[in-house]
């Protein structure tokens, strides 16, 4: 158990759906950070998340949103999904924000049928 | 923009023997660089990194990587391969991405197979 926990572990939906992904931080994290795994893409950076705000932005979709509430968990929020969503997100979680000393959950795999 | 690259999609190699993942990597300034693995429905694990200091790294179970600099290059190795090392590996680097705040950009990753 690396201490970052993500629910649900899989998840399939419809195209057009909405789903929330959630995960909680390692105990004493205040980053949070989700990535999606694609096959053809790989390991791509979401966003970023310190002690409640938004630090960074990476290759995240206008249909995806995401927040991190003053208990530290955070939640990804993917609408309208489309196939090509389906994919591995991880969060991950670091003590401040140089990029250092990531954990990583064990993930959520979407699939979008 | 700081980026890594793995040339190799997959690697094979027989147990015992010993096994490189290459990554290289472009970055403006002094990379910091990554290597973490990922098992079957698992996340990512840290192995090792670079930060400064000598240009042999060594890791966790047994793994270690060279950082040369000349040729921007940060392979994994380990001198006798197991079975259970078969993986996904990545490389990572750190970049800046504004507002204080720095994240890892990871290369597309390496399927090692260890074969029996």
């Known amino acids: 158990d690396s201490g970052v926990t993500q629910t649900p572990k899989h998840l399939i939906t419809a195209t057009g759906q909405r789903v929330t992904l959630r995960c909680s931080p390692r105990s004493g994290d205040l980053s949070v950070y989700w990535y999606q795994q694609s096959l053809d893409q790989g390991l791509q950076f979401l966003i970023q998340?310190?002690?409640?705000?938004?630090?960074a932005k990476g290759n995240i979709l206008e249909r995806f949103s995401a927040q991190q509430f003053p208990d530290l968990h955070s939640e990804l929020n993917l609408s309208s999904l489309e196939l090509g969503d389906s994919a591995l997100y991880f969060c991950?979680?670091?003590?401040?924000?140089?990029?250092?000393?990531?954990?990583f959950g064990s993930g959520t795999r979407l699939t979008v049928v | 923009a700081q980026s890594v690259a793995q040339p190799e999609d997959q690697v094979n190699v027989a147990e015992g023997n010993p096994l490189t993942v290459k990554c290289t990597y472009s970055v403006s300034g002094n990379p910091y660089l990554f290597w973490y693995v990922q098992y079957p429905n698992r996340g990512l694990q840290f192995l090792l990194k670079y930060i400064t200091g000598d240009n042999l790294v060594k890791g966790s179970y047994g793994f270690e990587a060279e950082f040369n600099k000349s040729q921007t290059s940060f392979h994994l190795k380990k001198p006798s391969a197991l079975v259970s090392d078969s993986a996904l590996y990545f490389c990572?680097?750190?970049?800046?991405?504004?507002?204080?705040?720095?994240?890892?950009?990871f290369g597309k990753g390496t399927k090692l197979s260890v074969i029996p």
């Open positions: 991950a979680s670091s003590e401040g924000t140089g990029g250092y000393g990531y954990t």
């Open positions: 998340y310190y002690n409640g705000e938004e630090r």
């Open positions: 990572a680097v750190i970049s800046w991405s504004g507002a204080g705040s720095y994240q890892l950009t």
